[in-house]
Structure formats: C-alpha cells, structure tokens
C-alpha cells in the first residue's frame, strides 16, 4: 500500500510555482518582503542564512539573503540596478 503522506519534489513542484505566481500578482516590481528561515526552510549550501528577501523584479519572483535582520513580514521597496 502507497504511503499517501510522504512528500517529494514532484508534489510539491506545482504548488510551489503556484505560489510564487501568486506573489507576482500580489507584490509590485521591485517590492519584497522579509522572511525568516528555520529547519524546514533552509536553502541546501546555504544553511547559514536565516533570513531572506522574497521580492519581484522583470516579473518574476526572486529570493535574496536578507543584509541586515529585518522584522519577518517588512515591506521592502528595494533599489534594484540591472547585473
């Protein structure tokens, strides 16, 4: 019988893509937002960064480390030049 509760990338592929173009619609360019990461977050090769910054730019949703510690869930209007 089929474990129905375990998880892989492939479930969580869609959702995720979801979401993130949900954050599209709802953040405008050049607009983030602080978030902390803890265990079930963390980014593999970067296990040392607990916070980052979730912001759009050229349309799409973009995930940075935070420079400084923010309080979780700051609005960010962020100064973004071109690489």
Known sequence: MENTNETNNV???V????F???LGLILEEN????DNLDTNTKIA???????VIVYKKNNEI???????????GTALNLNITEN
């Open 45 to 51: 090769g970067h296990e040392d960064v607990e916070q």
């Open 62 to 72: 973009h995930i940075a480390p935070s420079e400084e510690t923010l309080e979780e």
């Open 15 to 18: 959702p995720a893509l979801i």
């Open 11 to 13: 479930s969580w592929h």
């Open 31 to 34: 607009q983030g937002i602080a």
């Open 20 to 22: 993130a173009k949900t």
